[in-house]
């Protein structure tokens, strides 16, 4: 299968039909769940979708080692090849690399000014055209509203999608009847797509809650595969073995 | 004087350039009673640290040769091989390592791991060698050893346990706890040379209790034995000196020191560390070659009334002549008996068996097996084995890297051509990594090595050690090429010119290879080419790839099949098929879509991170590509890919980009390909010389 199938065929193309169009420039994406779930694993294949069409990507990170958000590339990578039949993920694989930055911070002293500052840093003089950012791993108990904004700004100044992760944390019920997680409702005005990741009677379900105040048409009706750990259309169901 | 082998100790002390190492081992030095006094490294009274032999590692302060030295702690004799911090000396600090049973792994209680910290780390790993760390320089603004220690977890990997904790930080340091123990340690004496044991102070006690439940927790997950002890509530000392010790010879743990060299504390508990934990030569599992065995791995013995084997890693052009050190593995080396050298093939006998402190010597009679010691005057190279005679065994080879970078160097007068060929002898002798030749087509002597740093260290020998001025070119990338496409190839060679002719005829194709350098591969059916005359043709196809057609670099990745031929009862020869491989790869090669290849280097990049955006347009402007950015408070790494022909002279910029705050190390990861232009302007220049070659 070539390159460009696999991108047309990509259950991240639903997931943009959803959201009408994609993120866009200057916009928030949010994905949230427990730890666990498998945040990590879908913004890794959102990335991973934007490389293959050669699009760069920062990817920031708060917490895990650098090597083990490797891994997470690779192993995505290897199981879209898989999936796809794509030839040899190899003739991607520098692609991939040539693509990606990957930029860690220590929370406990990185501010998001430094976060930013650092960014910036490598989109002007690193000379780096990213027009993605993940960024996994910041704490929205710690943080605040005004973090995001910031985020908000920059993004909207050099023109980029920024996707994040947000680990819930707390006892059950998690979510209010909206599917809003009750821990991200002061952020929700800076949001511009929510998704919540849910486990429900054995697979992991993609709700969309948000998507950039326009009404959230139907079910996005996406899963995560957990086997695979990649998003999948929710038709068919996971094979059990 | 013998030693049981349970009592040795070969240890290696590795680090990162600035934590303090040479300090360390002149501390461990001046407490086993083997130097009289404290010298500081660029020393203040002008005679610097004792570990550092040579005058050049004096001046920058920087440890380059690995001299070992023989000291004894509470009953155990300990060899201490001093390896080189940078990156660019890898070669002799792989072969330190080689010989090592165990390390002591230091690190900066403000700078904790570092770029170098990680390299040296992986060479470690690489060889399996058990460690135990150091945390120094407890006294210095900033020391922070928990830090460290979760570095060593987070960076490393290491599932690394503090067995100690600090009495005061920085300015205030004035002890050290120990956790097995449960004592307070204090460094009395001018020196710090008398340990006054008391009690934990009071403030400290809580701390020191819950550090002690930490470690336990983590040394009982190595022995159930412990596990059981602790949840019974009687732990001993012994029951966890012996859990720690099997964790740590298993590498499954990472018992962590802490102290300042500088300040004279904890040298000695750190001592008692190594002789407790670190593994003795008969833990460690050594394998050599049988030759006779078409080179299988067999275990060797350590048993001195076993025959001798033993590994000769490293050579030094002392001030009494040429000393070879070697690690003993297995039997024994008496002075006067017989060896046997299994590379040169030659018999010698053992004149002076020496056992080495850095700049002074004892002799001895004896050595057996576990232990490192050096001879005189023996004819070798490196990385020889020495055998009783008529054993046929060799340890395996050390793993030596392709040199990456060349220059041409030229005497500058006539008397330093001698000194400048005597030096190249001696260097090429030492260190694998560093080569000489002479370029036919210039002429020039031709050096080469694993960076610009490691070239330049040579070139300031010759200076110093043999009196020899040379002058250099510019340095030189080891480029290589490589074909894209398969080809197949139907080549004839035919000569009449009276007397006997020539005649050979090949067919096959030639393509790319994904793993190795060549193959060949032999599909001839039927004695088309008869079976005398195929490794002719071989031997043809490898003289072919030796200079590409690009830019005269040598082929690598190619796959040759040879399919079919032909050949005439008389006029065939070896000769006539070399002479038909090497025309049919020259006539395949251009339709195969060669292509340049340059070395890619792995670097990164430390320092205070107001600086990245400036190393990051450095790196942009080196056509390379940053792999990732780690930033923990001030402090950041940027990892990157970069060609190494963008990095001559990147050492200045980056200090003068930074105030010379960041630093960099790099090593060789790949091959990869040169972008157009670049290709386009090395061919050009291939050709000019060409032309200037063909005019002269």
Not at chain 2, 270 to 280: A, C, M, S
Not at chain 2, 590 to 600: C, D, F, M, N, R
Not at chain 2, 606 to 623: D, K, L, M, Y
Request: charged share 25%.
């Amino acid at each position: 299968m070539v390159n460009t199938e696999i991108i047309q065929r990509s259950p991240i193309r639903n997931l943009e039909k959803s959201i009408h169009g994609g993120l866009g420039k200057g916009n928030i994406g949010v994905l949230a769940s427990r730890k666990g779930v498998g945040k990590t694993a879908c913004l890794v294949h959102i990335a991973t979708d934007k490389l293959l069409q050669k699009r760069p990507v920062i990817h920031v990170s708060y917490a895990s080692r650098v090597d083990y958000i490797i891994t997470w590339y690779e192993e995505i990578l290897k199981e879209l090849s898989k999936k796809k039949g794509m030839k040899a993920a190899s003739e991607f694989h520098d692609d991939i690399i040539k693509n990606r930055v990957i930029m860690n911070f220590n929370q406990d002293g990185a501010k998001t000014e430094q976060v930013l500052r650092s960014l910036e840093a490598m989109i002007i003089h690193g000379n780096f055209a990213a027009d993605t950012i993940i960024v996994d791993g910041f704490d929205f108990v710690q943080g605040t509203p005004e973090d995001i904004r910031k985020f908000k700004e920059f993004a909207a100044r050099l023109g980029l999608e920024v996707w994040f992760s947000a680990s819930l944390k707390g006892d059950d019920p998690l979510f209010d009847d909206k599917g809003v997680a009750f821990m991200l409702h002061n952020y929700l005005g800076t949001i511009d797509v929510l998704i919540s990741l849910r486990h429900e009677s054995g697979i992991v379900r993609l709700d969309l809650v948000k998507a950039h105040d326009l009404p959230v048409s139907d079910k996005l009706r996406l899963r995560l595969d957990p086997k695979t750990l990649l998003i999948a259309k929710a038709g068919n169901p996971p094979v059990r073995e | 004087m013998k030693t049981d082998i349970a009592k040795m100790r070969n240890i290696g002390i590795s680090a990162h350039i600035d934590s303090g190492k040479t300090t360390l081992t002149e501390r461990i030095l001046f407490y086993c009673k083997k130097i009289h006094k404290i010298h500081e490294v660029k020393g203040k009274d002008g005679v610097g640290a004792t570990m550092d032999s040579m005058d050049l590692e004096r001046e920058r302060g920087i440890t380059i040769a690995s001299a070992t030295t023989n000291v004894q702690w509470a009953d155990h004799s300990i060899n201490i091989i001093d390896t080189p911090g940078h990156v660019d000396f890898t070669i002799e600090v792989e072969r330190s390592l080689r010989v090592l049973d165990g390390a002591v792994l230091v690190l900066c209680s403000v700078g904790g791991v570092q770029s170098q910290t990680i390299t040296v780390d992986r060479q470690l790993k690489r060889y399996r060698v058990p460690r135990i760390a150091f945390i120094n320089k407890l006294d210095r603004t900033g020391a922070n050893p928990y830090k460290v220690k979760d570095q060593l977890v987070e960076k490393l990997g290491h599932n690394a346990v503090l067995m100690q904790i600090p009495i005061g930080l920085e300015s205030n340091l004035r002890g050290i706890v120990d956790l097995t123990s449960m004592k307070a340690y204090y460094f009395d004496g001018p020196d710090g040379e008398i340990i006054r044991e008391e009690e934990i102070p009071f403030g400290l006690l809580e701390e020191a209790r819950r550090k002690r439940e930490e470690m336990l927790d983590s040394v009982s997950m190595a022995s159930d034995e412990l596990m059981t002890a602790v949840l019974e509530d009687r732990a001993t000392e012994d029951l966890i000196h012996k859990a720690v010790r099997k964790g740590t010879i298993s590498r499954e743990l990472t018992p962590v020191f802490m102290g300042s060299a500088y300040k004279n504390k904890g040298i000695q508990l750190l001592l008692d560390g190594v002789v407790r934990y670190l593994p003795d030569p008969s833990d460690v599992e050594s394998t050599a070659l049988d030759l006779e065995n078409e080179g299988h791995e067999t275990k060797l013995k350590a048993d001195p009334s076993a025959p001798t084997v033993a590994l000769a890693f490293k050579l030094e052009d002392g001030p009494y002549g040429q000393l070879t050190y070697i690690r003993i593995y297995q039997g024994r080396i008496q002075k006067g008996s017989e060896l046997f050298n299994n590379r040169s093939r030659q018999r010698f006998k053992v004149g002076r068996l020496v056992r080495m402190h850095a700049d002074s010597m004892e002799d001895i009679q004896e050595a057996e097996c576990g232990d490192i010691v050096a001879l005189f005057g023996i004819e070798c190279a490196s990385g020889d084995t020495f055998v009783t005679p008529g054993l046929n065994l060799t340890m395996t080879s050390i793993y030596v890297p392709e040199p990456v970078i060349s220059l041409a160097i030229n005497p500058a007068d006539n008397a330093s051509a001698d000194r400048m060929a005597k030096a190249l002898l001696r260097f090429t002798k030492e260190d694998p990594t560093f080569r000489s030749y002479v370029d036919p087509e210039s002429n020039e002597t031709i050096i080469q090595g694993m960076g610009e740093l490691h070239l330049d260290v040579y070139i300031e020998r010759m200076k110093r050690e043999y009196r020899a001025e040379v002058l250099t070119g510019k340095p030189q990338v080891a480029y290589r090429e490589a074909i894209v496409r398969k080809v197949d190839f139907d080549y004839t060679h035919k000569k009449q010119t009276g007397g006997a002719g020539q005649f050979a005829r090949v067919i096959g194709s030639l393509e790319p290879l994904a793993k190795g350098n060549y193959e060949f591969v032999n599909n001839v059916k039927g004695g088309r080419i008869p079976k005398e005359f195929i490794p002719a043709c071989d031997r043809g196809f490898q003289t072919g790839l030796k200079k590409g057609q690009l830019i005269g670099f040598p082929v690598i990745g190619i796959r040759v099949t040879l399919d079919d031929g032909q050949s005439h009862p008389v006029d065939s020869s070896d000769l006539a098929f070399q002479t038909a491989a090497q025309g049919a790869f020259r006539q395949a090669y251009p339709k195969a879509k060669p292509q340049i290849l340059e070395p890619i280097m792995k670097v990164s990049v430390e320092g205070p991170t107001e600086f990245a955006g400036h190393v990051f347009g450095s790196i942009n402007q080196r056509r390379g590509v940053i792999a990732s950015s780690i930033e923990d408070g001030t402090f950041s790494r940027v990892d990157a890919e970069v060609p190494l022909a963008e990095m001559f002279g990147y050492s200045t910029v980056l200090r003068s980009l930074t105030q010379g705050k960041a630093e960099f190390t790099m090593e060789f990861l790949k091959y990869g390909r040169v972008p157009g232009q670049v290709a386009e302007f090395l061919m050009a220049k291939q050709q000019e010389k060409r032309k200037k070659g063909a005019s002269k």
